[in-house]
């Protein structure tokens, strides 16, 4: 499975955005699909999932804000982003989980949070 992800760029703190990630396969099957995100000189952490039951989880940090959603007929996970803050500045990449466990990344769309 090949990952695209798209939708990134430069907004004002309080400003929206809706990341998109394209994958080459099927998702329906997959065990999740989701999204992280790696801000400079942190650690990479989980944004928000979708596990193969339909169920979500958040990071504490942006729930609330963020919605994640699934197009299973277009195989497309979307992150929608809401009331951004600078400290959401980060690349943010889309992840899978076949249903064989294998571990799938896309390359990475930057997201900056700034005046």
């Known amino acids: 499975v090949q990952l695209q992800a798209s939708g990134g760029g430069l907004v004002q703190p309080g400003g929206s955005l809706r990341l998109s990630c394209a994958a080459s396969?099927?998702?329906?099957?997959?065990?999740?699909v989701g999204w992280y995100r790696q801000a400079p000189g942190k650690l990479r952490e989980l944004v928000a999932q979708?596990?193969?039951?339909?169920?979500?989880n958040y990071a504490d940090s942006v729930k609330g804000r963020f919605t994640i959603s699934r197009d299973n007929a277009k195989n497309t996970v979307s992150l929608q982003m809401n009331s951004l803050k600078p400290e959401d500045t980060a690349v943010y990449l889309c992840?899978?989980?076949?249903?064989?466990?294998?571990?799938?990344w896309g390359q990475g769309t930057l997201v900056t949070v700034s005046q």
């Open positions: 396969g099927s998702i329906f099957s997959t065990n999740a």
């Open positions: 979708i596990i193969r039951d339909g169920s979500t």
């Open positions: 992840n899978v989980v076949s249903s064989t466990w294998n571990i799938y």
